[in-house]
């Protein structure tokens, strides 16, 4: 089974960027579709993006469409969420997940522990 931990996170001002990155270990990284999701307080985990497992097919949020870009190095074993153009209402806890295919949490087997974004207004 892979691990993955989250990094990157912080405190950013509205219209910021920020870079997050997942790094995974254990099992081949390759073989795994992987996603973002994000709960925000008081809110359900909801989903971001997923990308293919050879990065040649990505799906977003339509909240996040055109700002968000997921990618990912398997050489490095690590997946990536550039954000920009960011709202307070991007808020939230960042997890990635791996092993599902879908927008569903409840298909992804395995998530990381998550990396805190504020955006401030």
């Known amino acids: 089974q892979v691990q993955l931990v989250e990094s990157g996170g912080g405190l950013v001002q509205a219209g910021g960027s920020l870079r997050l990155s997942c790094a995974a270990s254990g099992r081949a990284f390759s073989i795994y579709n992987m996603a973002w999701f994000r709960q925000a307080p008081g809110k359900e985990r909801e989903f971001v993006a997923t990308?293919?497992?050879?990065?040649?097919?990505?799906t977003y949020a339509d909240s996040v469409k055109g700002r968000f870009t997921i990618s990912r190095d398997n050489a490095k074993s690590t997946l990536y969420l550039q954000m920009n153009s960011l709202k307070p209402e991007d808020t939230a806890v960042y997890y990635c997940?791996?092993?599902?295919?879908?927008?569903?949490?409840?298909?992804?087997?395995?998530w990381g522990q998550g990396t805190q974004v504020t955006v401030s207004s």
């Open positions: 990308i293919s497992r050879n990065g040649g097919i990505t």
């Open positions: 997940a791996a092993g599902g295919s879908g927008w569903s949490r409840n298909d992804y087997a395995t």
